[in-house]
């Protein structure tokens, strides 16, 4: 049985094993908040996760995000992930245990202690290596956060703008069945045909089908969300805003967003980490290729009254092979890492170019149709009403300006959801929120000048007047 030879031999591996990896503190929690915005809390995935407090007011986006990285599963998913690669860590800077023997032939017994001096060779690049492991483990783990939170806000949007259109949506189903009524009334009196009595019945069925499927989608959107923050099935004690906010602030310009991308990507980070562990892997592999496995340890044989130790050692004869295979793999996995780096170098200027143009495209939409095609909109109704006061037109063709009017509103509220949307995606493709795209505090619907028209059809008694809130 193979032990350490001298007092010296036991003292370098004391001191080898004391320089060895440890096992990541909190499993790399807190090196991953690091790479996270300030202040953001990472629960313990090992842990059942409480019910997280729910804010007292309206959910924000920022509410959402909080929550789905107490309470979401797929948060919790992610962080054991980094359970798993904070083990990895850990093997990669220690050597094999040693092995033990023991044996007994007849009178005879024999003990041994093995010990893998290759181990001892390559332990410190293999430390090295996994410790840019690690850093790749990390700052990949933060772009799946980041990601993750990316959704979260997305899914927010939706629901405030699903939330809107259903309530434009129902409106407008009221409006149609105001319609028909008034309908009804022309028709028994004998001003309008049966046609065009039917006509109007059919739009209200549509109409109402709309305002159905309207609130079908902003069920939908109401469990996605509660789904990514971890609350489906747990807590339906909480509430968005009724209205989405109007855009704000400018981005900043693409050349700037593409200099911070460097620092603030961390699948860049982690794909540049990743390079950096196959360069030394590959120094590692040429350094040792005609070196194979070696044992070093020490025998002990007792048979009677009489005792003998020695030494031994065992080596790989580079007879068949002299390491080619383990040089090849470790050229490709260096080619494929800097293949990988060059690759997301473009990908990440391609993302954030798109994503800017989408983003002041979709602003530039939401403001046309704010300046030009609601006031639009409105002044035609007016028009028209003016024309009907005057019975220069009939009622319908005054109501269908009013329902072209409610149609402008939905393509507006589409707009500005697809513009915080697009917003969402610039952030990802940046690496970093944007907070000047968020100072602003109006809300979409606030100003009077796009308040919703009444959709009862003028101002003759005969007509029936909605008066609902802004959507």
Not at 349 to 372: C, K, L, M, P
Request: with cysteine.
């Amino acid at each position: 049985m193979t032990r350490p030879a001298s007092p010296a031999l036991a003292l370098l591996a004391g001191l080898l094993l004391a320089g060895c990896a440890s096992l990541p503190a909190d499993r790399g929690r807190g090196e991953l908040a690091a790479r996270l915005p300030a202040g953001t809390a990472l629960p313990d995935p090992a842990q059942a996760a409480p019910l997280p407090e729910l804010p007292t007011g309206p959910l924000g986006p920022d509410d959402a995000v909080a929550l789905a990285l107490a309470a979401s599963p797929a948060v919790r998913a992610i962080l054991a992930g980094l359970g798993q690669a904070a083990a990895d860590r850990f093997e990669s800077g220690r050597i094999h245990n040693p092995r033990l023997s023991l044996g007994r032939l007849g009178e005879e017994r024999h003990a041994g202690l093995d010990v893998v001096l290759s181990d001892l060779l390559s332990l410190p690049a293999r430390s090295r290596i996994g410790a840019e492991r690690w850093q790749a483990d990390l700052a990949q783990s933060a772009h799946a956060l980041q990601a993750y939170a990316g959704q979260v806000r997305a899914a927010w949007y939706r629901l405030v703008a699903a939330g809107q259109i259903a309530g434009l949506r129902a409106a407008v189903a009221d409006a149609a069945g105001a319609r028909v009524e008034l309908a009804r009334r022309f028709h028994a009196a004998g001003n309008i045909s049966a046609l065009q009595l039917a006509r109007e019945e059919a739009a209200a069925t549509l109409a109402r089908t709309d305002a159905a499927r309207a609130r079908s989608e902003r069920l939908a959107a109401r469990m996605a969300l509660a789904e990514l923050t971890g609350l489906a099935g747990r807590s339906n004690a909480w509430r968005t805003p009724e209205r989405l906010p109007l855009p704000a602030g400018e981005p900043p310009a693409v050349a700037a967003l593409l200099a911070g991308t460097a620092e603030h990507r961390q699948d860049l980070a982690a794909a540049r980490a990743a390079l950096a562990a196959g360069e030394r892997g590959r120094r590692l592999a040429r350094r040792l290729a005609w070196l194979g496995e070696i044992e070093l340890g020490v025998e002990r044989e007792r048979e009677g009254d009489e005792r003998r130790s020695g030494a031994s050692i065992a080596l790989e004869l580079p007879l068949f092979h002299q390491g080619q295979a383990r040089r090849a793999r470790a050229d490709a996995d260096l080619a494929a890492a800097d293949a990988q780096v060059a690759a997301l170098q473009l990908a990440v200027q391609r993302q954030v170019r798109t994503a800017a143009e989408r983003v002041a495209t979709r602003r530039g939409i939401v403001e046309t149709y704010r300046d030009a095609l609601l006031p639009q909109r409105k002044a035609i109704v007016e028009r028209e009403q003016e024309r009907y006061d005057f019975m220069l037109i009939g009622a319908f063709d005054l109501i269908a300006a009013r329902q072209q009017e409610y149609d402008a509103w939905q393509a507006w509220l589409e707009a500005i959801r697809d513009y915080w949307l697009a917003v969402v995606e610039l952030e990802l493709a940046a690496g970093r929120p944007l907070p000047q795209l968020h100072a602003g505090t109006d809300s979409a619907g606030s100003a009077d000048v796009l308040a919703p028209p009444d959709a009862g059809g003028g101002h003759d008694h005969h007509h029936h007047h909605l008066h609902g809130d802004t959507p």
